[in-house]
């Protein structure tokens, strides 16, 4: 099990960027692939992207794909998401998780909001 810690959420105005930071305890992060979700009010947590344990392969979801990108540093084993061209539709609890060995995403961090305004 890794534990899984996010931050950089916050009030941006719409246009903006932010970068968020997901921190993971554990040797074998390196290993793992990592995605990013979030979850709107009233609505279904989705996907937004994931990262391979490389960082080689990068997937990003179509609503986010040319202004959200992926990334890692297995050596700090951090996952960052950096947002740019901000729309109030991202606005939503943004959360990290691991596949520690592409069995599911069994690992949660506990998110981090990020609030976009018009």
């Known amino acids: 099990q890794v534990q899984l810690v996010e931050s950089g959420g916050g009030l941006v105005q719409a246009g903006g960027s932010l970068r968020l930071s997901c921190a993971a305890s554990g040797r074998t992060f390196s290993s793992y692939t990592m995605a990013w979700f979030r979850q709107a009010p009233g609505k279904e947590r989705e996907f937004v992207g994931r990262i391979s344990w490389s960082g080689i392969s990068t997937y990003l979801a179509r609503s986010v794909k040319g202004r959200f990108t992926i990334s890692r540093d297995n050596a700090k084993n951090t996952v960052y998401l950096q947002m740019n061209s901000l729309k109030p539709e991202d606005t939503a609890v943004y959360y990290c998780?691991?596949?520690?060995?592409?069995?599911?995403?069994?690992?949660w961090g506990q998110g981090t909001q990020v609030t976009v305004s018009s």
């Open positions: 998780a691991a596949d520690p060995d592409d069995s599911g995403w069994t690992d």
